[in-house]
């Protein structure tokens, strides 16, 4: 990795939890301190109570609540004021254009804040034949690798913005749900 994608990546991992259902299920993912006071984003398959445990870069375990869930749109908000961490910057997605370098920070496989980087392949609505439901939902489109454990993590520009929460892999391609659609759902939390 380049010296100043990895100088990003450590910036952003300052931001990025590790997230576990509170109620004792199995499960985890990764979890982006969004703004300050505690309001983190991650993915809504991630948290399947309404109490989850949020795990500090620095290893403290916060207990936090899940306070909205689109599982259509695969968000879920969640509080924890204790955690004391520091916000993200974001990014719009539509102004980058494909072949933009982008990276992924998650903990798959329990690997904890592995980066994975790609280039951006799109931002908007899927191929025909690949639509996920019956609502057409925009996506970031990267070529960068996800796996268990990296749902809920940002997906950043070079310098370290995140344009979108890293949701799932799609025929080989990693989709991650907008930050401006992020940012339209956390209006009023």
Same mark, same amino acid.
């Given at each position: 990795? %380049?010296?100043?994608?990895?100088?990003?990546?450590?910036?952003?991992?300052?931001?990025?939890?590790?997230?576990?259902?509170?109620?004792?299920?199995?499960?985890?993912?990764?979890?982006?301190?969004?703004?300050?006071?505690?309001?983190?984003? %991650?993915?809504?398959?991630?948290?399947?109570?309404?109490?989850?445990?949020? *795990? %500090?870069?620095?290893?403290?375990?916060?207990?936090?609540?899940?306070?909205?869930?689109?599982?259509?749109?695969?968000?879920?908000?969640?509080?924890?004021?204790?955690?004391? *961490?520091?916000?993200?910057? %974001?990014?719009?997605?539509?102004?980058?254009?494909?072949? /933009?370098?982008?990276?992924?920070?998650?903990?798959?496989?329990?690997?904890?804040?592995?980066?994975?980087?790609?280039?951006?392949?799109?931002?908007?609505?899927?191929?025909?034949?690949?639509?996920?439901?019956?609502?057409?939902?925009?996506?970031?489109?990267?070529?960068?690798?996800?796996?268990?454990?990296?749902?809920?993590?940002?997906?950043?520009? /070079?310098?370290?913005?995140?344009?979108?929460? /890293?949701? *799932?892999?799609?025929?080989?391609?990693?989709?991650?749900?907008?930050?401006?659609?992020?940012?339209? *759902?956390?209006?009023?939390?």
């Amino acid at each position: 990795m %380049t010296g100043f994608l990895s100088a990003a990546a450590e910036r952003l991992r300052a931001s990025v939890a590790r997230i576990l259902n509170g109620d004792g299920s199995d499960g985890s993912g990764a979890a982006i301190a969004w703004r300050s006071g505690g309001v983190f984003v %991650t993915s809504a398959h991630v948290v399947r109570s309404s109490n989850v445990n949020v *795990m %500090t870069p620095d290893g403290r375990q916060i207990r936090g609540e899940v306070v909205a869930r689109d599982v259509h749109r695969d968000i879920a908000i969640v509080r924890a004021p204790a955690a004391k *961490m520091p916000p993200v910057q %974001t990014a719009n997605p539509d102004v980058l254009r494909p072949g /933009s370098l982008v990276f992924a920070i998650g903990h798959p496989f329990g690997v904890v804040e592995a980066v994975s980087a790609g280039v951006l392949q799109a931002v908007g609505w899927l191929p025909e034949g690949l639509e996920l439901g019956r609502q057409r939902l925009r996506w970031v489109q990267a070529d960068v690798r996800l796996a268990p454990g990296n749902s809920g993590g940002p997906l950043a520009d /070079s310098e370290g913005r995140v344009i979108g929460v /890293s949701a *799932m892999i799609l025929a080989g391609l990693a989709l991650a749900v907008p930050a401006t659609d992020v940012e339209a *759902m956390l209006v009023g939390v």
